[in-house]
């Protein structure tokens, strides 16, 4: 699977983790880098057209509370972020909303958390049906 990673700097440290975790996958890091401070947009976008264009299938993104990433990824025509910080809401984001990029709040979670978190996600199909037709009215 193709994976795109993005943190601002309160979910740095997590992006670490799920990096090393999560290797077995192709993976891509849109950064940042440290912990200095730094603009979540700036990581969020470019994120949101890697996955929105195909180049990879699913985006995870993380910052303090999630809600400024998933604010900006949304702004994408064919992106679907869903701030999740329990394994059910992940399976649900997948099963129900066909969300492909997770977003996860890295000042609410554990560590262990968001790899449960991460795998749920990754490992959960869309299940089509009666939430195709609810998905398909969310683009404007």
């Known amino acids: 699977m193709r994976i795109a ?3 601002d700097h309160a979910g740095f440290a ?12 192709e993976l891509k890091d849109f950064g940042t880098y440290s912990t200095d401070s730094v603009d979540y947009p700036d990581f969020a976008h470019p994120l949101a057209l890697a996955v929105e ?13 999630a809600n400024g990433v998933a604010m900006a990824a949304n702004k994408h025509q064919d992106i679907r972020a869903a701030i ?15 969300a492909n990029v997770l977003c996860l709040p890295a000042r609410f ?14 490992q959960t199909d869309f299940e089509g049906g009666r939430h195709a ?8």
């Open 14 to 25: 997590y992006k670490k983790i799920l990096l090393a975790h999560l290797g077995q996958n």
């Open 109 to 122: 979670i554990s560590e262990a958390d968001a790899q449960a978190i991460c795998d749920a996600f990754l």
């Open 53 to 65: 264009s195909g180049e990879y299938d699913l985006g995870i993104l993380i910052c303090g509370s």
């Open 133 to 140: 037709n609810r998905v398909n009215k969310i683009s404007c």
């Open 5 to 7: 990673l993005g943190a």
């Open 84 to 98: 999740c910080w329990t394994v059910e809401l992940a399976v649900l984001a997948r099963t129900h909303n066909n």
